[in-house]
């Protein structure tokens, strides 16, 4: 189990982190209100580095990720399993004339009968997250939106929506050589299997506070499939 005293000890929150932490406690807002990711600010800070204009990206989970991708990438292709939230976030890309989103709402099915509704991992559709809420139904299509889109490639796939073992998995196919793969939440035991599957490539973890919460997480981000030096 992931030892959070040790995570608050070796990730206090640093002077550059406090004021926006604070704010974001004090206003109990949301990522997508302030058109952010809601990672760590360790992890923003990194995607603040290694975003860059020509970039095409994919993520899994829409929300304050898809305004902040918006502004800094040439294309963001989100799918986002909430119809009511997904509305909410078009009408924010609208409010700022963002058109460079392609937004995909694909709601959870129910699982064939006989299935195994705790089964989860990397070989698995399902969804532990929100208490149980998803218990039942399986999200295979929203994760194989990413399929649908073949042959095109992401300079970088973010993921952090529902069923992300799996989401992690089939986004491996999908990022061009030498792009990111980005898992947040991995301090949770849950994703442990998927971690040790992305095991082969180099990966850089980002713990710290983030806004609207009040314990650290982590974010780990993975290179992928880099080319190797001619010769």
Avoid at 7 to 15: D, G, N
Avoid at 173 to 182: A, D, K
Avoid at 198 to 209: F, M, Q, T
């Amino acid at each position: 189990m992931f030892d959070w005293l040790r995570m608050v000890f070796e990730h206090p929150v640093t002077a550059l982190d406090l004021p926006g932490w604070l704010g974001s406690r004090a206003r109990r807002g949301s990522a997508l209100d302030a058109g952010v990711p809601w990672v760590s600010y360790p992890a923003r800070r990194w995607l603040e580095q290694h975003l860059r204009p020509d970039f095409d990206v994919f993520e899994f989970g829409a929300g304050g990720s898809t305004l902040f991708f918006s502004e800094r990438v040439r294309s963001v292709v989100s799918v986002e399993h909430d119809e009511r939230w997904s509305n909410r976030v078009r009408l924010r890309l609208a409010a700022r004339q963002r058109s460079n989103v392609e937004l995909h709402w694909c709601a959870p099915e129910p699982l064939d009968p006989g299935a195994d509704p705790d089964a989860y991992g990397p070989d698995h559709y399902t969804s532990q997250a929100d208490a149980g809420r998803y218990r039942g139904l399986h999200f295979r299509t929203y994760v194989e939106t990413i399929d649908r889109l073949a042959p095109r490639r992401f300079d970088l796939v973010f993921v952090d929506g529902r069923s992300r073992p799996a989401s992690a998995m089939h986004a491996l196919r999908h990022v061009r050589p030498g792009g990111w793969l980005v898992f947040d939440n991995t301090d949770k035991p849950r994703y442990a299997p998927a971690l040790e599957r992305l095991g082969a490539h180099p990966r850089i973890d980002l713990a710290g506070v983030g806004p609207f919460e009040a314990l650290p997480w982590r974010t780990s981000v993975f290179r992928i499939g880099a080319p190797l030096p001619p010769g």
